[in-house]
């Protein structure tokens, strides 16, 4: 009995001791950061603290990713988009530590589509593209009682700091309900608020626009115009096109053409 229960505890020690090593392995190396779902999350916030070439910079939703990555020998500014998934919360951090790195950056532009601005981090992506990238103890001091309220609704989110959490893609089991109605939730309009005083301190053009529009959501999206009444000339950015441009999803785009010819030159995005 003896015997058998020392080399139990030698077994589980070495268990231990491996279930952890990989971890910490891929946490010192940064390794799984290339792996886990959000990898573009961890690739801007990494750039996000980088020195910039450009003076003008973008954030914002993965339709403006898609935007910025068919301009990129063609464009005056430099890209950290990402995705809708990170809310406005994440995408204030960025704009926080890029301003902080590149005191140079003299413009500002958002790019997020009227959908985006309903992220209340109520969503099963929230886990792996905002808590664990961005609900660190370093950013701690960027997230108001609103964008805690909601973490804390995640089950385990105290555990996406866990190396083995952390370094993998496992995430719980979570459906998000909110009660909010319309577009534009409520840590979207703390957040760009928030954003708006950042540049306003910092004496940066901030420029909020929308990425293309399928014209199917054109009712829908124009009647909730008045939600975005706090975003001077956000609304006058909408311009619809038909949905051969969308891919089936009916957001994100399939062919990059006809931005050449569209209103996004006027608006000086397209050199």
């Given at each position: 009995?003896?015997?058998?229960?020392?080399d139990l505890?030698?077994?589980?020690?070495v268990?231990?001791?491996?279930?952890?090593?990989y971890?910490?392995?891929?946490?010192?190396?940064k390794r799984?950061q290339?792996?886990?779902?959000?990898?573009e999350?961890?690739?801007v916030?990494?750039?996000?603290?980088?020195?910039?070439?450009?003076?003008?910079?973008?954030i914002?939703?993965s339709?403006?990713?898609q935007v910025?990555?068919?301009?990129?020998?063609d464009?005056?500014?430099?890209?950290?988009?990402?995705?809708?998934?990170?809310?406005?919360?994440?995408?204030?951090?960025?704009?926080?530590?890029?301003?902080?790195?590149?005191?140079?950056?003299?413009t500002l532009?958002?790019?997020?589509?009227?959908?985006?601005f309903?992220?209340?981090?109520?969503?099963?992506?929230?886990f792996?593209?905002?808590?664990?990238?961005?609900?660190?103890k370093?950013?701690?001091?960027?997230?108001?009682?609103?964008v805690?309220?909601?973490?804390?609704?995640?089950?385990?989110?105290?555990?996406?700091?866990?190396?083995?959490v952390l370094?993998?893609?496992?995430?719980?089991?979570?459906?998000g309900?909110?009660?909010e109605?319309?577009?534009?939730?409520?840590?979207?309009?703390?957040?760009?608020?928030?954003?708006?005083?950042?540049?306003?301190?910092?004496e940066?053009?901030?420029?909020?626009?929308s990425?293309?529009?399928?014209?199917?959501y054109?009712?829908?999206?124009?009647?909730?115009?008045?939600?975005?009444k706090?975003?001077p000339?956000?609304?006058d950015s909408?311009?619809?096109?038909?949905?051969?441009?969308?891919?089936?999803?009916?957001?994100?785009l399939n062919?990059?053409?006809?931005?050449?010819?569209?209103?996004?030159?006027?608006?000086?995005?397209?050199?």
């Amino acid at each position: 009995m003896k015997h058998f229960l020392r080399d139990l505890m030698v077994f589980l020690g070495v268990f231990g001791l491996l279930f952890h090593a990989y971890p910490e392995f891929q946490y010192w190396t940064k390794r799984y950061q290339t792996d886990v779902a959000g990898t573009e999350v961890y690739e801007v916030l990494a750039a996000s603290k980088s020195k910039l070439k450009k003076k003008k910079l973008v954030i914002g939703d993965s339709v403006a990713k898609q935007v910025m990555d068919s301009l990129a020998n063609d464009s005056a500014l430099v890209s950290l988009a990402s995705n809708q998934a990170i809310s406005m919360a994440g995408q204030y951090v960025i704009a926080v530590r890029a301003l902080e790195a590149n005191p140079s950056v003299d413009t500002l532009v958002l790019i997020y589509h009227p959908f985006s601005f309903q992220n209340n981090l109520a969503s099963p992506l929230s886990f792996h593209y905002f808590v664990k990238p961005f609900f660190t103890k370093e950013n701690q001091g960027f997230f108001s009682p609103v964008v805690i309220k909601q973490v804390e609704a995640i089950p385990f989110y105290y555990l996406a700091q866990y190396r083995p959490v952390l370094t993998s893609n496992w995430s719980p089991s979570f459906e998000g309900v909110s009660d909010e109605k319309g577009l534009f939730s409520s840590i979207s309009k703390e957040y760009v608020l928030r954003l708006q005083q950042l540049c306003a301190q910092k004496e940066v053009v901030l420029q909020i626009i929308s990425p293309p529009i399928n014209e199917v959501y054109r009712n829908q999206i124009i009647t909730a115009r008045k939600e975005f009444k706090s975003i001077p000339g956000y609304a006058d950015s909408w311009n619809f096109y038909t949905s051969s441009n969308f891919l089936p999803d009916q957001i994100h785009l399939n062919r990059f053409d006809f931005l050449a010819a569209s209103p996004w030159r006027s608006a000086g995005l397209i050199r």
